[in-house]
């Protein structure tokens, strides 16, 4: 059985840093794609960042260019998330999901993790 879990988030103060992890356990097919995602209330899931695990290309949203990286650490089953200069609209539920291909569509990921809060807030 395939299961990711999400850790790492919490409450920020607008600018400061989450380093968001995902840990993927029961996982045997490849080559794959990690990816994050969240929903705020109110709207629709956004695809933020995904990495492949064969050549470890990776995408960014353009919410994300510029103030986060994704990397992958094998050796543990997971991939993390560095999120800086964060801001009152990073505030969201974050979800990890592996798929089979690098893209940033939530309808082509297999599994999901459960979420995890992020909340801006001064």
């Known amino acids: 059985q395939v299961q990711l879990v999400e850790s790492g988030g919490g409450l920020v103060q607008p600018g400061g840093s989450l380093r968001l992890s995902c840990t993927i356990s029961?996982?045997?097919?490849?080559?794959?794609?990690i990816a994050w995602f969240r929903q705020a209330p109110g709207k629709e899931r956004e695809g933020l960042s995904c990495?492949?695990?064969?050549?470890?290309?990776?995408y960014y949203a353009e919410s994300m260019k510029g103030r986060s990286t994704i990397s992958e650490e094998k050796a543990k089953n997971t991939v993390y998330l560095q999120m800086n200069n964060l801001n009152f609209d990073d505030t969201a539920v974050y979800y990890c999901?592996?798929?089979?291909?690098?893209?940033?569509?939530?309808?082509?990921?297999?599994?999901w993790g459960r979420g995890i809060q992020v909340t801006v807030s001064s």
């Open positions: 999901a592996i798929g089979g291909g690098l893209t940033p569509r939530s309808d082509l990921y297999d599994h």
């Open positions: 990495i492949s695990s064969s050549d470890e290309r990776t």
């Open positions: 029961g996982f045997t097919w490849g080559p794959y794609a």
